[in-house]
């Protein structure tokens, strides 16, 4: 038992990471917070003075601001339900034996590891490039016209290739609670004549209740704050703009770094709404 001398000692070991984590989080917050209520353009003569909520109010009010936030939801819900479904597939196909079923868990798993500019760029020019790209080939040969796919079905795009660089830690995830359960339940309930499908809804998908609502929460942080995929492909075009990349063209257009924070006090508002909806979903997950 920890005496009180050992927990002041923890403490005290403990203090200076959790200064300094404090200061990391609590630094740009509110810099963020003080910079929402200022008119501060550097490129065009600095600190113009005291703005109040003049700057959430044209951000809010803006004809692309529920646009964006609609099309953050949509693209966020598209890729859960994606790396989700393919994920616990994935994660059954690979726990079951094979020839080489280590080299093709690496095989599946690596493209989490692709950084979000790469992997865009691959899917880009390598996939989707209506002239060149693999899918056009494909297209062509089945006789059909190719599709361009970054602006006819930019949305679609935006969510496969982020769905691509997820799907691995979905899977990895998921695979690591389907190997966690007990055989002998499957074995008992095949010997009694359950069906497969019967074996997954009873046993498999309810084992993997608390696995699916942490991937959930994790790819939901992630995933509100998509940038580098819209930048390096549609450029926010085409129906793509995010929340967060509508704050990056803010910015970069009216070089006013106050509007600039204040859409991202709403970011970090629609960020906090999410999570506290997921984390009492997590909570009654992992309660039961």
């Known amino acids: 038992m920890a005496t009180q001398h050992s927990r002041s000692a923890a403490r005290l070991m ?19 917070l003080y910079f929402s209520f200022k008119n501060y353009l550097p ?7 005291w703005a109040g909520f003049d700057n959430y109010v044209r951000f809010v009010s803006s004809s692309a601001f529920w646009p964006a936030v609609q099309t953050t939801l949509v693209i966020v819900g598209g890729v859960l339900l ?14 079951q034996p094979m020839w080489g079923q280590g080299v093709v868990r690496i095989l599946v798993i690596a493209p989490f590891f692709v950084m979000p500019t790469v992997s865009a760029l691959v899917w880009k020019n390598m996939f989707m490039d209506p002239v060149n790209g693999l899918f056009a080939h494909l297209w062509r040969f089945f006789g059909a016209e190719p599709v361009s796919w970054l602006s006819d079905a930019s949305l679609s795009s935006i969510i496969m290739i982020v769905s691509w660089q997820w799907l691995p830690f979905a899977t990895l995830i998921l695979l690591t609670a389907i190997q966690s359960l007990d055989s002998e339940q499957l074995e008992a309930a095949e010997m009694d004549g ?11 998908l309810p084992h993997l209740g608390r696995a699916i609502t942490i991937v959930i929460l994790i790819q939901t942080i992630f995933l509100l704050s998509i940038f580098a995929e819209i930048f390096v492909t549609t450029g926010g075009a085409f129906g ?4 967060t990349y509508l704050i990056f063209q803010r910015v970069l257009e009216s070089q006013n770094v106050g509007l600039g924070s204040a859409g991202g006090v709403y970011a ?5 709404i999410v999570a506290i909806f997921l984390m009492r979903i997590v909570g009654k997950n992992l309660d039961a």
């Open 14 to 32: 403990m203090a200076p990471a959790v200064v300094l984590l404090l200061g990391w989080m609590l630094v740009p917050l509110t810099m963020t």
């Open 240 to 243: 793509t703009r995010t929340l």
């Open 43 to 49: 490129l065009r003569g600095g600190d113009l003075g």
């Open 268 to 272: 970090i508002i629609l960020a906090n």
């Open 194 to 204: 359950a069906p497969a499908l019967a074996r997954f809804t009873n046993i498999i």
């Open 82 to 95: 994606i790396t989700v479904v393919l994920g616990i597939l994935l994660a059954m196909l690979l726990d």
